[in-house]
């Protein structure tokens, strides 16, 4: 290492802090204590956050020179961590020969920032540390960075850091403190190991402190200080950290993986699009196509209708929306991604009142036809499902209305005029609750059409979910109650290496189980129920009932092909797999109700897991 720079006045810390750690650990024990201990944060260092609701990630390094492959041999998931013995277990010597390739002439700093821009992006947050261990910047702590290990002799963070503050977004770093297995010897030996020859003591005074103080002084102001992975780290650890940002960048933000509950504002896990609010500030992370660094082969492209849900939904839960691009070791940023971004970057544009500092839906959840945001006594109504009968159903609005509009109507011709405006927007109220809004005949907007409602005051609702008489009402498990005899629970598994997936589920179940949706049918009628959940084989031919209008449906269950211990998990987790099963035409009387299901027969190995329940309407 060279000589500090900086000095660096840090106390040795205690070397007792880090409890064991397996390199065969899962991510729950990677991420830590992810929680945030609620806070006041006044004045400018929150109120960004809660007004910028959309930022880019980015994943930079080493890594992306391979795009996932590896002596021939291509390793499919996040290609960040190839090095892992989860991918390709690259040796520390044979993967620090990649720095002496990296010289990504392309980089365009200013084409980056133009690109998050106009993509309606506030902030970026970027890779200045990943876990590979690599400083994708100028540091003075370590010879292993972009100037001293490669040809390329210039530093990008400094080019981005001039950039943002040019076009006034803000920028944030990222930087692995537990985990670098460059220091640690390999990805496979953790900092407890018993052949680990470095100190984990040395590591974090000699690399981590020196290397974050060098991010918070030497690129201006830092909106957010990004950090992964804590594991076991302690708390005396993590404070260190966030007094030493307090000190240097007194307005910048710690997510919560700075681990140890002291953070600012909590990151949901990986690709996690929340089903619930949350309270304080938080964020959801996810990436553009399924990895996180560029790898060759991922051509899973999110289209603009996604990019524009997943922030819409993102927001109507109360959270802002951070997404991923990976360049490629050039510097390239994929073109299916920009062009994706560009698109979903125009309706944020013509649709921004309705994103930026906007509050979560006081429904909390999902509507059949879209999602909600708030601002005072206005309502957003993002409409992105289109209904044929051009209308739209909310139940449970308790406000008058004063007035309902297009955001951004199409102006309609001379002749369009003469026989009627059929670009406007009505409403009616009734007695039982709902709400119906008459819509134009075609949806003015391809992506997402926002329908603005002023009330007489801040919106008071009835929050009973609502079952939709003209298109499918999704229920979800989290908004079930379950008696002592079952569970609410959140269950998570990956696909390929890294790429998560979640469930929320009605688990741990016994022979009393019991779980409860409270629903307001707007219509009686006939409706398709649709029962989503997850079995193996000792649940097997379990029978459950389902009770809808005082009627018992029953339903026996299918093996849905889980895999105990997959060898696609860390941790020994299991590889889920959902089934779908249209159960019964139903019956469903008006007004308020409740849907109960229970076990019909003996409960064994805890039971389904039970994610959702879906009605559609019989037109």
């Excluded at 302690?234 to 700075?258: D, F, G, Y």
Aim: net charge negative; glycine share 8%.
């Amino acid at each position: 290492m060279k000589k500090l720079a900086i000095a660096i006045t840090a106390a040795l810390l205690s070397s007792s802090v880090l409890a064991a750690d397996k390199a065969d650990k899962s991510m729950d024990d990677l991420w830590g204590d992810n929680s945030v201990i609620q806070k006041q944060i006044s004045g400018e260092r929150g109120a960004w956050f809660k007004e910028d609701k959309y930022s880019m990630f980015v994943h930079w390094g080493l890594y992306s020179m391979t795009g996932g492959e590896w002596n021939g041999k291509t390793y499919y998931g996040i290609a960040e961590w190839l090095m892992s013995p989860h991918m390709a277990d690259i040796p520390k010597e044979e993967y620090k020969k990649l720095a002496a390739k990296f010289n990504p002439t392309d980089f365009d700093a200013k084409a980056w920032v133009k690109l998050a821009v106009d993509s309606g992006m506030k902030n970026i947050v970027i890779t200045a540390k990943h876990h590979d261990g690599f400083a994708m910047y100028d540091s003075a702590a370590s010879d292993y960075d972009v100037i001293d290990a490669s040809p390329y002799k210039r530093d990008p963070m400094k080019e981005l850091a001039e950039e943002c503050q040019k076009a006034g977004i803000g920028l944030g770093f990222y930087y692995s403190q537990n985990q670098d297995w460059y220091e640690q010897g390999s990805a496979r030996t953790s900092w407890t190991a018993e052949d680990q020859t470095n100190s984990f003591e040395d590591y974090f005074n000699n690399k981590v402190v020196p290397q974050v103080t060098e991010l918070l002084s030497n690129y201006g102001p830092i909106s957010t200080v990004w950090f992964d992975t804590p594991g076991q780290m302690s708390k005396a650890h993590s404070m260190r950290l966030v007094e030493l940002t307090q000190q240097l960048q007194p307005n910048a933000l710690i997510n919560s993986r700075i681990g140890n509950g002291v953070g600012d504002f909590k990151t949901l896990g990986d690709h996690h699009i929340s089903d619930i609010n949350h309270t304080g500030l938080w964020e959801t992370i996810d990436t553009t196509n399924s990895s996180w660094s560029y790898a060759w082969y991922d051509e899973n492209w999110k289209t603009s209708k996604k990019i524009v849900e997943s922030l819409i939904t993102t927001v109507g839960r109360g959270g802002s929306y951070m997404l991923n691009v990976g360049p490629d070791g050039q510097g390239n940023i994929p073109q299916k991604a920009q062009q994706n971004l560009l698109a979903a970057g125009e309706w944020v544009k013509e649709n921004g009142v309705a994103i930026y500092g906007a509050d979560a839906s006081p429904w909390g959840r999902i509507q059949p036809w879209g999602d909600i945001s708030v601002k005072g006594n206005k309502l957003y109504l993002h409409v992105t499902e289109w209904p044929k009968e051009d209308e739209i159903y909310l139940s449970g609005l308790k406000n008058n209305v004063v007035s309902v509009e297009l955001l951004n109507p199409i102006e309609t011709g001379f002749f369009d005029g003469l026989f009627g405006d059929d670009n406007g927007v009505s409403y009616e109220k009734s007695n039982s609750g709902w709400t119906v809004f008459n819509l134009p005949k075609d949806q003015p907007k391809e992506l997402s059409t926002t329908i603005v409602v002023e009330l007489d005051g801040e919106p008071q609702v009835d929050d009973t979910i609502g079952i939709d008489p003209i298109q499918s009402t999704y229920l979800s498990s989290v908004f079930s109650k379950c008696n002592s005899g079952c569970k609410n629970g959140q269950s998570r598994w990956m696909e390929k290496f890294g790429e998560w997936k979640y469930a929320e589920n009605i688990m741990n179940w016994d022979n009393t189980g019991k779980a409860t949706w409270s629903v307001d049918v707007a219509k009686a009628g006939e409706y398709i129920l649709d029962v989503e959940y997850s079995a193996d084989d000792t649940v097997d031919f379990s029978e459950w009932y389902f009770t809808i209008g005082g009627k018992d449906y029953a339903m026996q269950a299918i093996d849905s092909g889980n895999r105990h211990n997959s060898k696609r998990q860390m941790g020994g987790r299991t590889l889920l797999r959902f089934h779908t099963a249209t159960l019964a035409l139903v019956d469903m009387p008006a007004g308020k109700q409740e849907i109960v299901v229970r076990p019909k027969s003996e409960v064994t190995g805890g039971g389904i897991l039970l994610r959702s329940i879906s009605f559609r309407p019989v037109k």
